[in-house]
């Protein structure tokens, strides 16, 4: 870790954030490294396939994040150094601010209420390459909330997805919600976020509380929705400089590469978008250093019955099918094992669990179809094909339910035999190891108790609970259903306590939690 320079001493705001690391340090904190024991090579065929479900959760770190790491928090530490934090100095910020809004001149050009240091960053790039996972796990590391000895209440950073229309009121609406939400309360939305309020009170509401939070940083995610709703782009762009100039706040910019075209349209908002967390991360190009070092790693997350060496030809493959895109690979990676598995159970054994350049190029076949345009316009370079592709949601859904409706000669010569077991591959065991997956994904996600259950609980009321059959379906569905809880803010489970019937009614057949034939005793 590095010392604080001279530049950052007595700043309470400064002195709130963890020390910088270096480069080698962030890669450390960075990564995420899977369990894998030799031993599970002789685990059951389901046993084997939920544990190659880990690799869609493996994390490998390289210069550009650990680039993007260090520039994040460079941006966090200049944009705090042009704020006083002493309690006087606040209150006068605070001051100019209601003075600007109620002359309406808070939006307008005019001298900086800070000493301006803050800049924007855009960090733009190829859709599945670890832009949101890398930003999400940077932001783990800076506390989101600190409540200082004087009363203050500063608000380090807020990443707010940006809505599919990408509206000035949406846009707004959502940043009041998220600082209620982190904060435990509903006192802004209540103030500024009702349905009668102007377009211009909503972004001066916004402008006031990153102030009034010493907001670190905005972060504005799926950035090429920004604008889209009418001429209103071009608006809110020059709204957010607003936000740079006059208060400070550094905003950070992150989507796909069609977010280009946004930010050359609106050119004063592209010019500042060079700050020192701006980056734009091309596919990995099959000799790069880092696609070596990140696909052999994956490559050892194998839970095949036999081990497979990572031979150049099998590795060539892999890329030629996922053109170095990190999501894609994952996942094609993910399927060929499960094929492989899926196959030997299906045929008796006669089928080995082999990977072979075939499997690989078969399995892509099936399950990568519907992203072929995307991984043609990314072979070719095709800028225009690949901003066409600025939602990887659709793209999962498609790969998983190509997975739930995996078919073929082998499994169909054992058809009957798997429907034999259906009955016993969703008893409440199979159920609970199921939940156990989902569970530890969402987990690793940095989800709380309660919004695990709530996403558990409304994803299962739609596909019902999470089993070795509709797993695939559930990954598929369960990312809409975060974004559905995210959008609500920090929403408790459940308000009332619930009835008898409503328990009843997520049972299953044999479920442990039936204590007697009439449900529940402590249910109402």
């Known amino acids: 870790m590095l010392q604080m320079s001279s530049d950052y001493e007595n700043n309470a705001y400064i002195a709130a954030l963890p020390p910088s690391l270096t480069r080698p340090e962030w890669v450390q904190r960075l990564n995420f490294k899977l369990s894998r024991d030799e031993a599970e090579r002789k685990l059951s065929h389901q046993e084997r396939y939920l ?6 959760r493996f994390f490998r770190a390289g210069a550009r994040q650990a680039d993007f790491a260090r520039g994040f928090d460079a941006v966090l530490r200049e944009g705090y150094r042009g704020r006083d934090d002493s309690t006087g100095a606040h209150e006068v910020r605070m ?10 001149n808070l939006q307008a050009a005019g001298a900086p209420i800070v000493i301006r240091n803050a800049s924007s960053s ?8 670890g832009k949101t996972a890398t930003l999400e796990r940077v932001l783990a590391r800076y506390p989101q909330v600190v409540r200082h000895n004087d009363g203050q209440v500063q608000v380090v950073w807020l990443k707010l997805e940006c809505p599919p229309l990408g509206s000035i009121r949406q846009t707004c609406k959502a940043f009041l919600k998220m600082v209620d939400a982190v904060l435990g309360q509903t006192t802004y939305q209540t103030l500024w976020g009702g349905k009668h309020v102007s377009d211009d009170d909503l972004m001066d509401a916004m402008v006031a509380v990153a102030n009034i939070h010493s907001l670190g940083c905005l972060v504005i995610d799926e950035i090429q929705h920004l604008g889209k709703a009418g001429d209103e782009q071009h608006v809110l762009m020059t709204f957010l400089t607003t936000l740079i100039n006059r208060i400070g706040v550094p905003v950070l910019f992150v989507g796909t590469m069609s977010a280009f075209e946004r930010f050359s349209k ?6 500042r978008a060079i700050g020192p967390a701006s980056a734009v991360w091309h596919q990995y190009q099959p000799r790069d250093d880092q696609w070596q070092t990140f696909v052999r790693e994956l490559w050892e997350y194998q839970w095949t019955a036999e081990y497979t060496p990572p031979a150049p030809e099998l590795l060539d493959a892999l890329y030629a099918r996922s053109q170095g895109v990190v999501d894609i690979v994952t ?7 499960a094929t492989a598995i899926d196959d030997n159970e299906a045929s008796g054994g006669e089928v080995p669990e082999l990977i072979t350049v075939k499997l690989i190029n078969d399995v892509a076949d099936v399950h990568l179809a519907p992203m072929e345009r995307l991984l043609k316009g990314i072979r070719e370079n095709d800028l225009k094909v690949i901003a066409e592709y600025d939602d ?7 790969f998983w339910t190509s997975l739930k409706d995996r078919d073929g000669p082998v499994l169909n010569r054992h058809m009957k035999t798997e429907e034999a077991d259906d009955e016993s591959k969703l008893g409440p065991a199979y159920i609970g190891q199921s939940s156990a997956v989902v569970r530890d994904n969402l987990e690793w996600r940095e989800f709380d108790e309660k919004k695990i259950a709530e996403v558990m609980r409304r994803t299962s009321a739609i596909v019902g609970p999470p089993d070795s059959r509709n797993i695939g379906q559930y990954f598929a569905r369960i990312e809409e259903v975060i ?3 995210e959008a609500e803010g920090a929403k408790p489970v459940r308000a009332v306590r619930p009835s008898k019937a409503a328990v009843e009614a997520t049972m ?3 479920d442990l939690r039936r204590e007697d034939r009439d449900g529940l005793p402590s249910a109402a």
């Open 51 to 56: 544990c190659a479900l880990r690799v869609l």
């Open 95 to 104: 001051h100019a601010i209601a003075s600007a809004r109620e002359t309406g």
């Open 122 to 129: 855009a960090l733009i790039g190829v859709p599945g390459m």
């Open 266 to 271: 609106t050119g004063r908002m592209g010019r």
């Open 331 to 337: 996942k094609l990676w993910f399927a060929v094992q």
């Open 392 to 398: 990887v949601r659709p793209r999962n859904e498609v």
């Open 483 to 485: 974004a559905e809880v």
């Open 508 to 510: 299953v057949e044999g």
